[in-house]
T-cell receptor, first 115, second 116 residues
Framework: EAGVTQSPTHLIKTRGQQATLRCSPI?????VYWYQQALGLGLQFLLW???????NRGNFPPRFSGRQFPNYSSELNVNALELEDSALYLC??????????????FGPGTRLTVL | KQEVTQIPAALSVPEGENLVLNCSFT??????LQWFRQDPGKGLTSLLL?????REQTSGRLNASLDKSSGRSTLYIAASQPGDSATYLC???????????????FGKGTKLSVKP
């Protein structure tokens, strides 16, 4: 069974540009989560999409946005890039259940570097 | 505010040793706790998930325990091997901090090095 996949592996942008990161969940998973892992800050929750809707977002500015497509894949967009946006961006997926949260399975990440 | 702390930040042991990694959380109202492994520059691999109603989970040489009332979890690794070298992260789905809405709150991890 294929795991969570992310593309691209690496992305280099300059300040002010926009970045688009992509994620494909495990087959059968309807929930996709995005996390940011910046050096020294640990993993921070960014966004949760389920059934095509944004269900929750972490403490990040509106220039971090995304969407989920009918096939449950997802896109994270970061507008007006700043140097501090440089980080490893991790996508995870899970089954969506009512009640207790299921295990989140993570992809390999996209390393975004802002110059 | 729910905070997750992992001690020690780094640990170096000789091959074959049994070891314990610690995780503590400040708010005991959690849905579950999850242990992950992260290799350098890579994504996370889920190791064990403990529901709030459970006390422990085992997978191979790994055993994780949960004491919700004291806000603690431990990950026990038996007979450590050089291939176990990685950063180990614990995370909680906290009831009062978006846990029902997908938000996993992570500790900063313990970097384990197992010397041959």
């Amino acid at each position: 069974e294929a795991g969570v996949t992310q593309s691209p592996t690496h992305l280099i942008k300059t300040r002010g540009q926009q970045a688009t990161l992509r994620c494909s969940p495990i087959s059968g998973h309807t929930s996709v989560y995005w996390y940011q892992q910046a050096l020294g800050l640990g993993l921070q929750f960014l966004l949760w999409y389920d059934e095509g809707e944004e269900r929750n977002r972490g403490n990040f500015p509106p220039r971090f946005s995304g969407r989920q497509f009918p096939n449950y894949s997802s896109e994270l967009n970061v507008n007006a890039l700043e140097l501090e946006d440089s980080a490893l961006y991790l996508c995870a997926s899970s089954f969506r259940t009512s009640g207790v949260r299921e295990t989140q399975y993570f992809g390999p990440g996209t390393r975004l570097t802002v110059l | 505010k729910q905070e997750v702390t992992q001690i020690p930040a780094a640990l170096s042991v000789p091959e074959g040793e049994n070891l314990v990694l610690n995780c503590s959380f400040t708010d005991s109202a959690i849905y579950n706790l999850q242990w992950f492994r992260q290799d350098p520059g890579k994504g996370l691999t889920s190791l064990l998930l403990i529901q709030s109603s459970q006390r422990e989970q085992t997978s191979g040489r790994l055993n994780a325990s949960l004491d919700k009332s004291s806000g603690r979890s431990t990950l026990y690794i038996a007979a450590s091997q050089p291939g176990d070298s990685a950063t180990y992260l614990c995370a909680v789905h906290a009831m009062n901090y978006g846990g029902s809405q997908g938000n996993l709150i992570f500790g900063k991890g313990t970097k384990l090095s197992v010397k041959p």
